[in-house]
């Protein structure tokens, strides 16, 4: 097994000097700098929240929250411009905002299946693929990412974490038999005139948002790619890891899911024990990112975490107070809860909260702007009261509070990969709905 699997990295690998010739990267010491002293440091918590709100739990519970979590969403070649090129809204902008309230802002670049001519039709998986053969999307959302980087650039040395096509990557994959040579998408034929040279497939892909960022913003944007595990049999650490350490294995972090919603919008009650939907258990979540990030050497966030709990009364399982418990895993009763540490070992630096389903997930702040909310507690529930207007109750900014007096250290730092974890046998894994 040990010789198959160093046969594969050496054919990925030549596949990959093969595809993509190598480029001068001057700023690759500065981004590395950037990485160890701001998310090397500590265990790091992002937060899907505006400005004013991460603001105010730092001043009034000292939440000092190391990302700001969004998406940059919208489509390529729809005739309308995203959001967040709309409405008084700039790349530059939203980084020169994110700098005045003192927190790094992570995006997540998702524009392939909503663009044109599918628009997200009938799913994101089929309407990915359809969108990437056609070079005027291509280019248009290519367009789209450069325009993002020559913004972010402009703020530099602030950082800005920028993750790419959460979920797509795979899909591309799935259909080309988990051969990034083989994956159709356009990329050196589209004719951006940045873009000429690479090659129509994975590896182009993943050269294309570096070669961008590396014109554009080289010394503060750092780029994740987007592993995922939704095909459990395809897609384990191992088998990501040979791959994207093929394809990325230059850019600066990956990305690692858990769902793509709060437990209670799909219908469950609590309790809910150790589940995460992609893993099926918290042990084989831990698992799964040592075997990557030995593979790879990029180190891992956990991304998309549901915001809801099970002590607060408020989280009822009702549009924008669902149900979770993911965070409750990682943060109650810290730091003699070890979860945080068992991460930390297996090369995960950090989690970002962010709602998976817009307005109906649960949310850290007001986002349903019902104010104070007490109704009786659901069965599973603590039934806590609540003292604070966030939708989740308060407990994001209470357990945050009381994680940021202590944060976990990541020995080592910039420290060699992690080993694979003990083989465990895995709970049997359950597919989670995709967007």
Same mark, same amino acid.
């Given at each position: +097994?040990?010789?198959?699997?160093?046969?594969?990295?050496?054919?990925?690998?030549?596949?990959?000097?093969?595809?993509?010739? *190598?480029?001068?990267?001057? /700023?690759?010491?500065?981004?590395?700098?950037?990485?160890?002293?701001?998310?090397?440091?500590?265990?790091?918590?992002?937060? #899907?929240?505006?400005?004013?709100?991460?603001?105010?739990?730092?001043?009034?519970?000292?939440?000092?929250?190391?990302?700001? =979590?969004?998406?940059?969403?919208?489509?390529? &070649?729809?005739?309308?411009?995203?959001?967040?090129? @709309?409405?008084?809204?700039?790349?530059?902008?939203?980084?020169?905002?994110?700098?005045?309230?003192?927190?790094?802002?992570?995006?997540?670049?998702?524009?392939?299946?909503?663009?044109?001519?599918?628009?997200?039709?009938?799913? *994101?998986?089929?309407?990915?693929?359809?969108?990437?053969?056609?070079?005027?999307?291509?280019?248009?959302?290519?367009?789209?990412?450069?325009?993002? +980087?020559?913004?972010?650039?402009?703020?530099?040395?602030?950082?800005?974490?920028?993750?790419?096509?959460?979920?797509?990557?795979?899909?591309?994959?799935?259909?080309?038999?988990?051969?990034? /040579?083989?994956?159709?998408?356009?990329?050196?034929?589209?004719?951006?005139?940045?873009?000429?040279? !690479?090659?129509?497939?994975?590896?182009?892909?993943?050269?294309?948002?570096?070669?961008?960022?590396? !014109?554009? &913003?080289?010394?503060?944007? !750092?780029?994740?790619?987007?592993?995922?595990?939704?095909?459990?049999?395809?897609?384990?650490?191992?088998?990501?890891?040979?791959?994207?350490?093929?394809?990325?294995?230059?850019?600066?972090? /990956?990305?690692?899911?858990?769902?793509?919603?709060?437990?209670?919008?799909?219908?469950? &009650?609590?309790?809910?024990?150790?589940?995460?939907?992609?893993?099926?258990?918290?042990?084989?979540?831990?698992?799964?990112?040592?075997?990557?990030?030995?593979?790879?050497?990029?180190?891992?966030?956990?991304?998309?975490?549901?915001?809801?709990?099970?002590?607060?009364?408020?989280?009822?399982?009702?549009?924008?107070?669902?149900?979770? @418990?993911?965070?409750?895993? !990682?943060? #109650?009763?810290?730091?003699?809860? *070890?979860?945080?540490?068992?991460?930390?070992?297996?090369?995960? =630096?950090?989690?970002?909260? =962010?709602?998976?389903?817009?307005?109906?997930?649960?949310?850290?702040?007001?986002?349903?702007?019902?104010?104070?909310?007490?109704?009786?507690?659901?069965?599973?529930?603590?039934?806590?009261?609540?003292?604070? /207007?966030?939708?989740?109750?308060?407990? +994001?900014?209470?357990?945050?509070?009381?994680?940021?007096?202590?944060?976990?250290?990541? *020995?080592?730092?910039?420290? &060699?990969?992690?080993?694979?974890?003990?083989?465990?046998?895995?709970?049997?894994?359950?597919?989670?709905?995709?967007?």
């Amino acid at each position: +097994m040990v010789r198959r699997v160093a046969i594969l990295v050496l054919v990925l690998g030549s596949l990959a000097v093969a595809q993509s010739a *190598p480029s001068k990267d001057p /700023a690759a010491a500065l981004r590395r700098k950037l990485f160890k002293e701001r998310f090397l440091d500590h265990f790091n918590l992002g937060v #899907e929240a505006p400005a004013e709100w991460i603001m105010e739990t730092r001043e009034r519970n000292g939440c000092r929250w190391d990302c700001s =979590v969004q998406y940059l969403s919208g489509g390529a &070649a729809t005739g309308e411009k995203p959001f967040w090129l @709309n409405f008084g809204n700039s790349p530059q902008k939203l980084v020169a905002d994110a700098k005045k309230a003192g927190i790094v802002p992570w995006y997540s670049f998702y524009l392939l299946a909503a663009s044109a001519p599918a628009r997200y039709r009938p799913d *994101p998986p089929h309407a990915t693929l359809a969108n990437v053969k056609v070079p005027g999307t291509m280019k248009e959302y290519f367009g789209l990412f450069k325009t993002c +980087m020559e913004g972010f650039g402009k703020e530099a040395p602030w950082p800005v974490m920028v993750h790419i096509e959460p979920d797509e990557w795979c899909h591309l994959l799935l259909n080309s038999g988990m051969d990034p /040579a083989k994956v159709d998408v356009k990329v050196g034929s589209c004719g951006m005139e940045e873009l000429k040279g !690479l090659p129509d497939n994975l590896f182009g892909f993943a050269s294309a948002f570096k070669r961008l960022r590396d !014109l554009y &913003a080289p010394a503060n944007v !750092l780029l994740g790619c987007n592993p995922s595990a939704f095909d459990p049999g395809s897609m384990t650490g191992v088998k990501m890891g040979q791959i994207m350490k093929a394809v990325a294995g230059d850019w600066d972090f /990956a990305v690692f899911e858990t769902s793509d919603r709060d437990k209670g919008m799909k219908g469950k &009650a609590p309790p809910y024990s150790t589940d995460i939907d992609v893993t099926g258990s918290l042990d084989a979540h831990v698992k799964w990112i040592a075997d990557f990030h030995a593979v790879s050497g990029l180190y891992v966030f956990v991304w998309q975490v549901a915001a809801g709990n099970t002590v607060y009364a408020t989280c009822n399982n009702t549009p924008g107070h669902y149900c979770d @418990n993911l965070m409750q895993l !990682l943060l #109650e009763d810290y730091p003699q809860n *070890p979860t945080i540490a068992h991460y930390v070992k297996s090369g995960c =630096v950090g989690w970002m909260n =962010v709602g998976g389903q817009g307005e109906g997930s649960t949310h850290v702040y007001d986002a349903k702007k019902d104010g104070i909310t007490n109704p009786p507690a659901i069965p599973g529930n603590q039934g806590k009261k609540s003292e604070y /207007a966030d939708d989740d109750g308060g407990f +994001m900014r209470l357990r945050g509070a009381a994680y940021y007096k202590k944060p976990f250290p990541i *020995p080592g730092k910039a420290g &060699a990969p992690a080993k694979p974890a003990d083989p465990k046998p895995p709970s049997t894994p359950s597919t989670p709905d995709r967007r």
